[in-house]
């Protein structure tokens, strides 16, 4: 059983700063892939960033120069860095992980979702 779970979220001013945290936790071997997706009500699940267990870094084009993606592998955990917040980035984030089990298979796990509201 794998488990992922977010925390950091909350509410913040336009312009304001956010750390989003995601630990893994379970029977993992290791993590591939990890990423940060987001959900604003009515709309889809989109990428937000992305980071190999190499730490080469991926970033959809809405948030390139005001978000980091990192991660620490011993610590089965992932962040976002979230600076120069705007309205539109309000919606749900979610974590991602590619997991590799004992079993020597690989799975993706979601959490349960972390909500971010910008607003004044």
């Known amino acids: 059983q794998v488990q992922l779970v977010e925390s950091g979220g909350g509410l913040v001013q336009p312009g304001g700063s956010l750390r989003l945290s995601c630990a893994a936790s379970?029977?993992?071997?290791?993590?591939?892939?990890m990423g940060w997706y987001r959900q604003a009500p009515g709309k889809e699940r989109d990428m937000v960033a992305s980071?190999?267990?190499?730490?080469?870094?991926n970033y959809a084009d809405s948030v390139k120069g005001r978000f980091t993606i990192s991660r620490d592998n011993a610590k089965n955990t992932v962040y976002l860095q979230m600076n120069s917040l705007k309205p539109e980035d309000t919606a749900v984030y979610y974590c991602?992980?590619?997991?590799?089990?004992?079993?020597?298979?690989?799975?993706?796990?979601w959490g349960p979702g972390t909500q971010v509201t910008v607003s004044s």
């Open positions: 991602h992980g590619l997991v590799v089990l004992t079993n020597a298979r690989t799975f993706g796990y």
């Open positions: 379970g029977s993992i071997v290791s993590i591939n892939a």
């Open positions: 980071i190999t267990s190499g730490g080469s870094t």
